[in-house]
Protein backbone atom coordinates (compact mmCIF):
# COMPACT_ATOMS: atom_id res chain seq x y z
CA UNK A 1 0.00 0.00 0.00
CA UNK A 2 1.24 3.72 -0.93
CA UNK A 3 0.92 6.35 1.37
CA UNK A 4 -0.21 8.95 -1.26
CA UNK A 5 -0.81 9.13 -4.85
CA UNK A 6 -0.60 12.06 -7.42
CA UNK A 7 -1.29 12.25 -10.98
CA UNK A 8 -1.92 14.83 -13.69
CA UNK A 9 -4.26 14.55 -16.83
CA UNK A 10 -3.50 17.59 -19.59
CA UNK A 11 -5.44 18.57 -22.50
CA UNK A 12 -4.91 21.43 -24.43
CA UNK A 13 -6.98 23.61 -21.88
CA UNK A 14 -7.77 22.08 -19.39
CA UNK A 15 -6.23 19.82 -16.75
CA UNK A 16 -6.90 17.18 -13.81
CA UNK A 17 -4.58 17.18 -10.76
CA UNK A 18 -5.54 13.95 -8.57
CA UNK A 19 -3.98 13.97 -5.26
CA UNK A 20 -5.28 10.93 -3.29
CA UNK A 21 -4.61 12.79 -0.10
CA UNK A 22 -3.71 10.85 3.02
CA UNK A 23 -4.34 7.05 3.41
CA UNK A 24 -6.44 7.54 6.61
CA UNK A 25 -8.36 10.29 5.19
CA UNK A 26 -11.78 8.98 3.68
CA UNK A 27 -11.55 11.33 0.45
CA UNK A 28 -9.74 12.51 -2.70
CA UNK A 29 -9.47 15.76 -4.63
CA UNK A 30 -9.06 16.89 -7.82
CA UNK A 31 -8.17 20.21 -8.92
CA UNK A 32 -9.54 21.59 -12.36
CA UNK A 33 -6.69 24.27 -14.06
CA UNK A 34 -7.22 25.83 -17.26
CA UNK A 35 -4.45 27.18 -19.58
CA UNK A 36 -4.07 31.27 -19.31
CA UNK A 37 -4.35 33.54 -22.45
CA UNK A 38 -0.96 34.01 -22.16
CA UNK A 39 -0.26 30.30 -22.64
CA UNK A 40 0.30 29.78 -19.16
CA UNK A 41 -1.33 27.44 -16.62
CA UNK A 42 -3.56 28.33 -13.57
CA UNK A 43 -1.48 27.80 -10.57
CA UNK A 44 -3.01 26.24 -6.99
CA UNK A 45 -0.29 27.59 -5.58
CA UNK A 46 -1.67 31.55 -6.21
CA UNK A 47 -5.38 30.42 -5.19
CA UNK A 48 -6.06 29.72 -9.26
CA UNK A 49 -8.11 26.86 -10.32
CA UNK A 50 -10.88 25.13 -8.74
CA UNK A 51 -9.94 21.90 -5.83
CA UNK A 52 -12.83 19.48 -5.40
CA UNK A 53 -12.64 17.08 -2.62
CA UNK A 54 -14.90 13.32 -3.44
CA UNK A 55 -15.71 10.80 -0.69
CA UNK A 56 -15.78 7.32 -0.82
CA UNK A 57 -19.41 7.20 -1.83
CA UNK A 58 -18.58 10.21 -4.70
CA UNK A 59 -15.78 7.98 -5.81
CA UNK A 60 -18.20 4.99 -5.76
CA UNK A 61 -20.18 6.05 -8.25
CA UNK A 62 -17.59 8.02 -10.60
CA UNK A 63 -16.14 4.25 -10.82
CA UNK A 64 -19.72 3.53 -12.16
CA UNK A 65 -19.04 5.84 -15.06
CA UNK A 66 -15.55 5.06 -15.55
CA UNK A 67 -16.30 1.31 -15.43
CA UNK A 68 -19.46 1.50 -18.62
CA UNK A 69 -21.84 0.53 -15.70
CA UNK A 70 -23.43 3.97 -16.23
CA UNK A 71 -24.11 6.60 -18.84
CA UNK A 72 -23.75 9.93 -16.27
CA UNK A 73 -23.56 10.63 -12.84
CA UNK A 74 -24.00 14.05 -11.31
CA UNK A 75 -24.05 16.45 -7.84
CA UNK A 76 -23.22 19.56 -6.45
CA UNK A 77 -20.61 20.31 -3.70
CA UNK A 78 -20.76 22.74 -1.33
CA UNK A 79 -17.75 24.39 0.80
CA UNK A 80 -17.96 27.96 2.54
CA UNK A 81 -21.18 28.98 0.79
CA UNK A 82 -19.29 28.58 -2.54
CA UNK A 83 -21.40 25.50 -4.81
CA UNK A 84 -19.62 23.80 -7.65
CA UNK A 85 -21.75 21.28 -10.26
CA UNK A 86 -20.20 18.05 -10.99
CA UNK A 87 -20.61 15.66 -13.86
CA UNK A 88 -18.72 12.31 -15.16
CA UNK A 89 -20.65 11.43 -18.63
CA UNK A 90 -19.34 9.00 -20.85
CA UNK A 91 -18.88 10.85 -24.61
CA UNK A 92 -21.90 10.18 -26.78
CA UNK A 93 -19.45 10.14 -29.70
CA UNK A 94 -17.07 7.80 -28.17
CA UNK A 95 -18.20 6.15 -25.33
CA UNK A 96 -14.42 5.29 -24.37
CA UNK A 97 -13.97 8.67 -23.93
CA UNK A 98 -15.55 10.65 -20.73
CA UNK A 99 -16.20 13.86 -20.19
CA UNK A 100 -15.47 15.32 -16.40
CA UNK A 101 -16.75 18.48 -16.13
CA UNK A 102 -16.68 20.81 -12.56
CA UNK A 103 -18.38 24.55 -13.05
CA UNK A 104 -16.78 25.65 -16.19
CA UNK A 105 -13.95 23.28 -16.16
CA UNK A 106 -14.28 20.35 -18.68
CA UNK A 107 -11.81 17.91 -19.17
CA UNK A 108 -12.10 15.01 -21.89
CA UNK A 109 -10.32 11.85 -20.82
CA UNK A 110 -9.03 10.02 -23.55
CA UNK A 111 -9.35 6.01 -23.58
CA UNK A 112 -5.70 5.71 -22.46
CA UNK A 113 -6.41 8.22 -20.00
CA UNK A 114 -9.68 6.64 -18.78
CA UNK A 115 -8.35 3.44 -18.01
CA UNK A 116 -5.64 4.85 -15.87
CA UNK A 117 -7.64 7.23 -14.02
CA UNK A 118 -10.23 4.38 -12.82
CA UNK A 119 -7.11 2.00 -12.70
CA UNK A 120 -5.89 4.84 -9.85
CA UNK A 121 -9.26 5.51 -8.45
CA UNK A 122 -10.06 1.64 -7.68
CA UNK A 123 -6.69 1.06 -6.25
CA UNK A 124 -7.02 4.42 -4.02
CA UNK A 125 -10.74 3.57 -3.31
CA UNK A 126 -10.14 -0.33 -1.99
CA UNK A 127 -6.91 1.40 0.04
CA UNK A 128 -8.92 3.94 2.09
CA UNK A 129 -12.17 1.95 2.82
CA UNK A 130 -9.43 -0.35 4.52
CA UNK A 131 -7.54 2.47 6.06
CA UNK A 132 -10.09 5.00 6.47
CA UNK A 133 -13.14 3.44 8.22
CA UNK A 134 -10.72 1.62 10.56
CA UNK A 135 -10.43 4.98 12.68
CA UNK A 136 -11.81 8.10 11.50
CA UNK A 137 -10.49 11.33 13.36
CA UNK A 138 -13.41 13.35 14.67
CA UNK A 139 -11.62 16.68 12.58
CA UNK A 140 -11.65 15.02 9.09
CA UNK A 141 -14.94 13.39 9.65
CA UNK A 142 -16.11 17.35 10.07
CA UNK A 143 -13.97 18.83 7.31
CA UNK A 144 -15.20 16.16 4.96
CA UNK A 145 -19.49 16.92 5.82
CA UNK A 146 -18.69 20.32 5.30
CA UNK A 147 -17.84 19.80 1.87
CA UNK A 148 -19.41 16.91 0.76
CA UNK A 149 -23.12 17.50 2.35
CA UNK A 150 -22.75 13.88 3.72
CA UNK A 151 -25.01 13.30 6.32
CA UNK A 152 -23.22 10.08 7.75
CA UNK A 153 -20.81 10.81 10.73
CA UNK A 154 -18.78 8.20 9.34
CA UNK A 155 -17.87 6.62 5.80
CA UNK A 156 -18.87 2.50 6.53
CA UNK A 157 -18.30 -0.62 4.07
CA UNK A 158 -21.29 -1.01 3.62
CA UNK A 159 -22.20 2.63 2.97
CA UNK A 160 -19.99 2.90 0.27
CA UNK A 161 -20.79 -0.36 -1.65
CA UNK A 162 -24.61 -0.48 -1.57
CA UNK A 163 -25.22 2.58 -3.62
CA UNK A 164 -23.75 0.53 -6.51
CA UNK A 165 -25.90 -2.29 -5.93
CA UNK A 166 -29.18 -0.25 -5.38
CA UNK A 167 -31.47 1.08 -8.71
CA UNK A 168 -31.39 4.47 -8.81
CA UNK A 169 -33.06 7.29 -10.95
CA UNK A 170 -32.46 10.76 -10.99
CA UNK A 171 -35.63 13.31 -10.86
CA UNK A 172 -35.34 17.33 -10.41
CA UNK A 173 -37.20 17.90 -7.59
CA UNK A 174 -37.62 21.30 -4.65
CA UNK A 175 -37.66 20.69 -1.04
CA UNK A 176 -40.71 22.14 0.49
CA UNK A 177 -39.99 20.25 3.95
CA UNK A 178 -36.95 18.70 5.98
CA UNK A 179 -37.36 16.27 9.20
CA UNK A 180 -34.41 14.23 10.81
CA UNK A 181 -35.13 11.20 8.84
CA UNK A 182 -37.14 12.58 5.39
CA UNK A 183 -37.60 14.98 3.03
CA UNK A 184 -40.90 16.72 1.79
CA UNK A 185 -40.15 16.81 -2.09
CA UNK A 186 -42.13 18.69 -4.84
CA UNK A 187 -40.92 16.72 -8.13
CA UNK A 188 -41.70 19.63 -10.36
CA UNK A 189 -45.63 20.01 -9.68
CA UNK A 190 -46.01 16.23 -10.68
CA UNK A 191 -46.29 15.28 -7.24
CA UNK A 192 -45.37 16.24 -3.42
CA UNK A 193 -44.19 13.01 -1.04
CA UNK A 194 -41.95 12.54 1.62
CA UNK A 195 -38.77 10.80 0.71
CA UNK A 196 -36.47 8.80 3.03
CA UNK A 197 -32.78 10.62 3.76
CA UNK A 198 -31.49 6.93 3.06
CA UNK A 199 -32.73 6.51 -0.18
CA UNK A 200 -31.37 9.37 -1.65
CA UNK A 201 -27.80 8.92 -2.58
CA UNK A 202 -26.76 12.32 -4.41
CA UNK A 203 -25.87 15.22 -2.50
CA UNK A 204 -28.45 18.13 -1.80
CA UNK A 205 -28.82 21.64 -0.05
CA UNK A 206 -31.76 21.11 2.13
CA UNK A 207 -31.86 24.78 2.69
CA UNK A 208 -32.14 25.37 -1.24
CA UNK A 209 -35.27 26.81 -2.40
CA UNK A 210 -34.59 26.27 -6.02
CA UNK A 211 -34.96 22.85 -7.93
CA UNK A 212 -32.07 20.11 -7.71
CA UNK A 213 -31.59 16.89 -8.93
CA UNK A 214 -31.92 14.02 -6.48
CA UNK A 215 -30.96 10.48 -6.80
CA UNK A 216 -32.85 8.01 -5.09
CA UNK A 217 -33.38 4.39 -4.85
CA UNK A 218 -36.18 3.60 -7.40
CA UNK A 219 -38.19 1.50 -5.09
CA UNK A 220 -39.86 4.88 -3.22
CA UNK A 221 -40.44 6.26 -6.78
CA UNK A 222 -41.79 3.29 -8.26
CA UNK A 223 -44.26 2.88 -4.96
CA UNK A 224 -45.43 6.51 -5.27
CA UNK A 225 -45.85 6.21 -9.58
CA UNK A 226 -42.90 8.63 -10.62
CA UNK A 227 -41.57 5.90 -12.40
CA UNK A 228 -42.53 2.66 -14.21
CA UNK A 229 -41.16 -0.66 -14.36
CA UNK A 230 -39.30 0.30 -16.95
CA UNK A 231 -36.98 2.94 -15.04
CA UNK A 232 -38.65 6.10 -17.37
CA UNK A 233 -39.84 8.99 -15.70
CA UNK A 234 -43.99 8.42 -15.18
CA UNK A 235 -46.31 11.38 -16.33
CA UNK A 236 -47.99 10.33 -12.90
Known sequence: MGNHHNKSFFGADTAILFD????????????FIKKKKDGSWEK???????????????????????????????TVHSYEKREISILLEQDSENRENVKVKAGNYLKVLNYGEVKVFKTLLEHTFQEKV????????????????????????????????????????????????????????????KKEIW??????????????TNFQEFEIDTWILRKNN???????????
Do not use: C
Open 20 to 31: SGQLSSPAIFLT
Open 44 to 74: PSQKEGRAVKFSLVDIAFMLQVLRGDKIAWK
Open 130 to 189: IASTEVVKREEATELKKETIVTATEVAPELVIKPMLVETAILTGVIKGETEKALLIDFKG
Open 195 to 208: VPKSAIVSNYDSKS
Open 226 to 236: LIDKTHSVSNA
